[in-house]
């Protein structure tokens, strides 16, 4: 079994920063594809941001240059470097990482934006 607990959240200031982070736990060979995704209330789940296991990366449009997600195999970890943050970009935010033929999500961690 695989457990991923996110931490990192908070409340923020519109311009302010935040990190993410999300952690695995458990039987682990190998993490292919790590990701986040957000969903604020009312709406859908959307993919914010992915990394691979070779370190390639992508972002939804609405975060490009402001967000970066970065990982550390050695502690099965993904980040979430969050600038400029927005109000628009308040929701909850879950981690997503792909073992093996299996998925698996965290809890998510709330992010509130303020102007």
């Known amino acids: 079994q695989v457990r991923l607990v996110e931490s990192g959240g908070g409340l923020v200031q519109a311009g302010g920063s935040l990190r993410l982070s999300c952690a695995a736990s458990?039987?682990?060979?190998?993490?292919?594809?790590m990701a986040w995704y957000r969903q604020a209330p009312g709406k859908q789940r959307d993919l914010v941001a992915t990394?691979?296991?070779?370190?390639?990366?992508k972002y939804t449009d609405s975060v490009q240059d402001r967000f970066t997600i970065s990982r550390d195999n050695a502690k099965n970890t993904v980040y979430l470097q969050m600038n400029s943050l927005k109000p628009e970009d308040t929701a909850v935010y879950y981690c997503?990482?792909?073992?093996?033929?299996?998925?698996?999500w965290g809890r998510g961690t709330q992010v509130t934006v303020y102007s």
């Open positions: 458990g039987s682990i060979f190998s993490i292919n594809t």
């Open positions: 990394i691979t296991s070779g370190g390639s990366t």
């Open positions: 997503k990482m792909s073992v093996g033929r299996n998925v698996y």
